[in-house]
């Protein structure tokens, strides 16, 4: 039976790149590809999907947000995050939303068949070159060191990339489907919970917690 795969990455060349070497694997079928988390959401509602590939930096919803999403919608799928960045923040942010694997992308091409396989059977998969450092730093926060990063909710995770990455409040609301006064509501709940009040401040806290990258 095929196995039922959706790329996620901004970078096109990139993403043709991954679906050569998918493509290689007879029971591997790409059902969709999309350039930015919000729409990854959109197809895995729309396609029968096992496993999903997601870049973590892509605009509007990066991937750490759409793994959520998209795993409140259908548990039983697995997700691959990629990333250029082994630093804490993009590891832990991803499990923690539910990813089974973590690739670097330098490292993707020859790892990236050995990573689906890996997760299909239920295991988790990191890549080699991420540091025994960020594992353990990982792992003791599961066994119960205290959460750093203010307990901002999916709603205001998203609208501070959105903020982050330029977008003026009317484009917040259309991007998002809601008005701007709640726009403007949840803006003000996110700068009470990280006491932050500029602009700049927020932009620095959504690319150190791996929100956004703006590259």
Known sequence: MAVNIILADDHKLFREGLLTILNAELEFNVVAQANNGREVVKLARKNPVDVIVMDIAMPELNGIEATRQVLQDNPNLKVVALSMHSDRHFVTGMLRAGAKGYLLKDCAGSELIKAVREVLL??????EDISTTVLNDYVGKLVGEVQETPDLSGREREVLQLIAEGKATQEIAETLFISVKTVEAHRAKIKAKLKLN??????????????????
């Open 122 to 127: 239920g295991r988790f998969y990191i890549s």
């Open 198 to 215: 500029s602009i700049p401040e927020l932009t620095k806290y959504a690319i150190r917690e791996g929100l956004t990258s703006l590259d």
